[in-house]
């Protein structure tokens, strides 16, 4: 976990600041806090590490190869 998000997480645990607030002085936008905390609620420490932004599935691809 990065230093930065080790610090919004124990300033919204510590409870000192609005999400508007964090959001603000870490430089990020709310929705990016709020995805931040619904993470650490759900998965704790382990929902602060990067995830992967790829696609789980291509619905438009076809099931055979077109030759």
Do not use: W
Not at 2 to 31: K, M, N, P
Not at 42 to 48: L, S, T, V
């Amino acid at each position: 976990m990065s230093e930065q998000r080790q610090r919004f997480l124990e300033d919204y645990q510590l409870d000192y600041y609005s999400v508007t607030e964090l959001a603000e002085r870490f430089g990020i936008s709310r929705t990016t806090a709020y995805k931040r905390i619904n993470r650490f609620k759900k998965h704790g420490q382990a929902g602060f590490h990067e995830h992967s932004r790829r696609p789980h599935g291509c619905p438009a691809a076809s099931g055979r190869i077109m030759g």
